[in-house]
């Protein structure tokens, strides 16, 4: 069984920065495609980075330009770098690994940690 572990949430201000990280179990890490959804009070799931088992990476249109994703394979880590966070950056932000390895359909991402509050405030 693979497990999904984030770190890193907590409180920041607008325009401030907050690293997030993931750490999966099991002995394939470097096989998956990585993921990064979030979800706000009221809203939907919404996707906000991927990178791939090749390390390509996309972003979801919100944080383009602002977050960064990427992974170590020693250290079995997805991390999900955050600059200039602004007030609607606020979520639970869970992270998700896709066997596929390339870039995945949201339901093709089989594993999913239990999320990790971010909170962005003046």
């Known amino acids: 069984q693979v497990e999904l572990v984030e770190a890193g949430g907590g409180l920041a201000q607008p325009g401030g920065s907050l690293r997030l990280s993931c750490v999966s179990s099991?002995?394939?890490?470097?096989?998956?495609?990585m993921a990064w959804f979030r979800q706000a009070p009221g809203k939907g799931r919404e996707f906000v980075a991927e990178?791939?088992?090749?390390?390509?990476?996309r972003y979801g249109g919100p944080v383009e330009g602002r977050f960064t994703v990427s992974r170590d394979n020693d250290k079995n880590t997805v991390y999900l770098e955050m600059n200039n966070l602004r007030v609607d950056d606020t979520a639970v932000y869970f992270c998700?690994?896709?066997?596929?390895?390339?870039?995945?359909?949201?339901?093709?991402?089989?594993?999913w940690g239990h999320g990790t509050q971010v909170t962005v405030s003046a």
């Open positions: 998700a690994g896709s066997h596929y390895g390339r870039f995945s359909r949201p339901e093709e991402y089989a594993f």
């Open positions: 099991g002995r394939t890490f470097s096989t998956y495609a």
């Open positions: 990178v791939s088992s090749g390390e390509y990476t």
